[in-house]
């Protein structure tokens, strides 16, 4: 009979604050997201640089009833003050039926529900004398929801507030704002926001996403990006600029917008100070992550000599989260309301950082943050890639410089997660630890959560290495998707956790404070996917280019065989079959020119169909990849990267050898990249024990990802008898995921468990993740 058995009064390993979450600005998380501002583009901020479609008055609409007549036009030349110059001039002519605007708030409109109450706010000044005003909910027709009047008097600048309630329910309602009276009027920062924030804060978050935060109990939040951090101009005062936190704090009204580099507006109402507020109301530790100066997309590099303010910024930051009152930044913290620190213990410098350049500006933030705090756990970048010579330099960087932590990042294939069940087996405790920000297989239905579980033991088994890990993207608004899988989905009024939500609830709630000792006896059964080697259809592809390919030839190593073909002129992404390859070890060589186009080429080996397939990308998104990516059924996971530029008119000499699964390529006879495409391996189980010394409890997690179920007799050393729960996602076909309107599909059942000895015989399902929670006693 198989067995796991616990000794659960022998603990290994401290598992700190393995699980955490990632909040990026990206999918409309931020502003129309978690940020519980209803109203889009509030301070007419909104500009083509955000995005081409966009105007200063975007989702705004001027009204005109019966009769109702006025001009509007954006200013900005007396603005509320800092950075928010933008304003309304709105000239009424004629009141008739209305004569105002209104705003159509994110996704299908301004979300008025009945009995709700909402806090209504607006920065005008008129000219002259009065402008009584009338601030509505409203249908897109007109029908009135809520209703208040208020007037503005006088030329300076003021904030008018007030209470709405709606006595309807309507998700596609609209905001308006209207003039009793004819005359010149200028507005600024309509704001409408939910009386019921999160925790009820002024400037809050929206609270039913956020209790789904809270029902996880991250033991801490990295933010605020992912590429939103370093995307953008070397310059703070940029509209474009990279994220600098400094622009993200004081009044509302004040701070500027900013380009988000996934293709909108930020309003960075968002800002650091409400992160930190945010960290603090999930009782999770904030992971603030910082550019270095340098904009890996665009290569843009601030110079070494004047890296200074870049990094103030960071040692700012932590005297702005730490610092007592008497501190510049730890003052300002209390004046903005919050005198106690925020005890930041993490720093991250770069996310995703590929290039010389940062490896070359790190060490100066490395040095000035451990010199002036060296109590900060300073975490170093390994790129965007799992291996490969970036991966392989980060590490570097971070032995060379003692940094902390490093942050990898990897969005793969599931048979990808399952075939690297192992990866951090043999990393050394000695070395800094792996913060793995940024990780998820391609989908949100169960198999991926299933998969995704069966790693995250992988994790834990592994926490002398493994000190960080969070699922990434967390939030997605589902009318605004830039990514996907995500971990939370929601519109203008609802919200649900997908399939990977409830795997990592049910592991961060479940997170022990100590790994304990266990064996096993069987469980030693391994079921192993795919091919011994690579065979299919090989390609010869233009990716987003002209090219002219020539010299082209196979040669089946094993037979000496060698096959030569014609040449191909390809125009932009034309694609080639060269010939179907069943040989264990083949070398396919060619030269390729491009002739015009932003990228390169491609080399297709293995190919079975559209969906399943191994690529030698020679260029990348930004051409500055020679990337090896395996696709199994349509998910793509990169196994292989070096950084290289194809240039226009220049030949190069391409060799790809493939041995087994062993993949290896040059270019003019230099080394690129050296990877194997490893062959999935589903164990029988997969296990892992731990404590909770706060409760006296005892975890034991065990995840079957296979197809048929296995039975297990379960023995905790160190318990008399079994009492507690044992929470468990079974019965769900692989493809299912969670909706709106089924939003729990796929979600963990608690039971109670009890056996009158310390041991009992369990049948764990086909596809299943089970937690047991036993109580260990006095
Ligand atoms: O999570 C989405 C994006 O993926 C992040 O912005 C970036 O760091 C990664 O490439």
């Not at 943050?369 to 991966?391: C, D, H, L, R």
């Not at 390529?665 to 050296?674: A, P, Q, V």
Request: hydrophobic letters at 35%; one cysteine or more.
């Amino acid at each position: 009979m198989n067995k796991i058995k616990v000794f659960a009064n022998e603990k290994t390993k401290p598992m700190g604050d393995l699980y955490g979450i990632f909040f990026e600005d990206i999918n409309h998380a931020a502003d129309g997201g978690l940020y519980g501002e209803l109203v889009r583009n509030r301070s007419f901020e909104f500009a083509c640089i955000d995005n081409p479609s966009y105007r200063s008055t975007t989702a705004w609409e001027k009204v005109e009833l019966d009769g109702g007549k006025l001009s509007i036009a954006v200013e900005n030349k007396n603005g509320i003050g800092g950075q928010n110059n933008n304003y309304l001039v709105a000239e009424v002519y004629n009141v008739g039926g209305g004569a105002g605007i209104k705003n159509y708030g994110y996704g299908t409109g301004v979300p008025s529900v009945e009995g709700r109450k909402y806090n209504f706010s607006i920065f005008a000044r008129v000219p002259s004398g009065d402008m009584p005003m009338r601030v509505t909910i409203e249908s897109p027709s007109g029908k009135v929801y809520a209703e208040k009047s208020f007037t503005v008097s006088g030329d300076k600048w003021t904030k008018y507030e007030m209470e709405l309630c709606a006595d309807t329910t309507d998700y596609n309602g609209r905001l308006g704002v209207y003039a009793e009276k004819t005359g010149k009027i200028y507005l600024d920062m309509i704001s409408l926001f939910p009386a019921d924030t999160y925790k009820e804060r002024k400037n809050g978050m929206r609270a039913d996403i956020a209790k789904l935060l809270e029902d996880m109990k991250p033991k801490f939040m990295r933010f605020p990006g992912g590429c939103l951090i370093h995307d953008g101009s070397m310059n703070k005062d940029d509209r474009d600029s990279a994220y600098r936190w400094k622009n993200t704090i004081g009044p509302v009204e004040e701070r500027p917008s900013r380009k988000n580099n996934w293709g909108y507006n930020q309003s960075l109402g968002l800002g650091y100070y409400e992160y930190f507020l945010l960290c603090e109301d999930l009782n999770t530790k904030p992971v603030p992550i910082l550019p270095a100066g340098y904009n890996p997309h665009s290569k843009q590099a601030v110079a070494i000599d004047d890296l200074g303010e870049w990094i103030d910024d960071a040692l700012d930051l932590i005297e702005f989260a730490n610092g007592d009152t008497t501190t510049k930044w730890g003052r300002i913290r209390a004046e903005l309301g919050h005198e106690a620190p925020f005890n930041l213990e993490y720093i991250g410098i770069g996310n995703e950082e590929v290039g010389q350049e940062f490896w070359d500006r790190y060490v100066y933030f490395h040095k000035a943050i451990k010199e002036k705090y060296p109590e900060i756990k300073v975490i170093n970048t390994s790129g965007p890639f799992a291996q490969g010579t970036e991966y392989e330099r980060g590490w570097k960087s971070a032995r060379d410089n003692g940094s902390d932590l490093v942050d990898e990042h990897y969005y793969m294939s599931p048979e990808w997660f399952i075939a690297n069940h192992h990866r951090y087996d043999n990393f050394k405790e000695t070395d800094p630890k792996v913060f793995l920000g940024e990780y998820a297989t391609w989908g949100n239905t169960y198999y991926n959560a299933l998969v995704e579980a069966s790693f995250m033991i992988g994790l834990e088994r592994n926490v002398h290495a493994v000190s960080l890990a969070c699922y990434a993207p967390m939030l997605c608004h589902v009318d605004y998707i830039n990514w996907q899988p995500d971990m939370i989905w929601f519109n203008n009024h609802d919200v649900y956790g997908s399939a990977n939500y409830y795997v990592q609830k049910m592991f961060m709630t479940n997170q022990g404070t100590d790994l304990v000792k266990m064996t096993t006896e069987g469980l030693d059964n391994k079921k192993v996917l795919g091919e011994e080697y690579i065979r299919g259809e090989v390609l010869l592809e233009s990716d987003q280019s002209d090219a002219v390919f020539s010299n082209i030839q196979i040669r089946n190593e094993k037979t000496g065989e060698v096959k030569k073909y014609d040449d191909i002129t390809a125009r932009r992404n034309e694609s080639f079959p060269l010939d179907n390859i069943d040989s264990e070890e083949y070398t396919l060589s060619l030269t390729a020119k491009k002739t015009s186009g932003p990228r390169g080429f491609r080399i297709v080996i293995g190919k079975k169909d559209n969906d399943n397939l191994i690529l030698w990308n020679v260029s990348g998104w930004a051409n500055q990849d020679s990337e090896v990516a395996a696709r199994v059924n349509g998910r793509q996971s990169t196994i292989g990267h070096k950084m290289f530029t194809v240039d226009t008119d220049v030949e190069y000499k391409l060799e790809i050898k493939v041995k087994g699964r062993e993949i290896n390529t040059y270019i003019d006879g230099e080394h690129m990249n050296r990877t194997v495409d490893k062959q999935p391996v589903i164990e029988e189980l997969y296990y892992i024990a731990s404590v909770d010394a706060d409760t006296n409890d005892v975890i034991v997690k065990v995840v079957n990802i296979d197809d048929k179920a296995v039975t297990s007799v379960i023995e905790i050393d160190g318990v008399d008898k079994i009492d507690g729960t044992v929470t468990d996602i079974k019965d769900c076909a692989l493809d299912s995921k969670n909706s709106f309107e089924n939003p729990t599909l796929v979600s963990p059942k608690e039971n109670k468990i009890t056996s009158d000895t310390n041991l009992f015989e369990y049948n764990f399902d086909k596809h299943s993740i089970t937690i047991f929670r036993i109580k260990m006693g006095k």
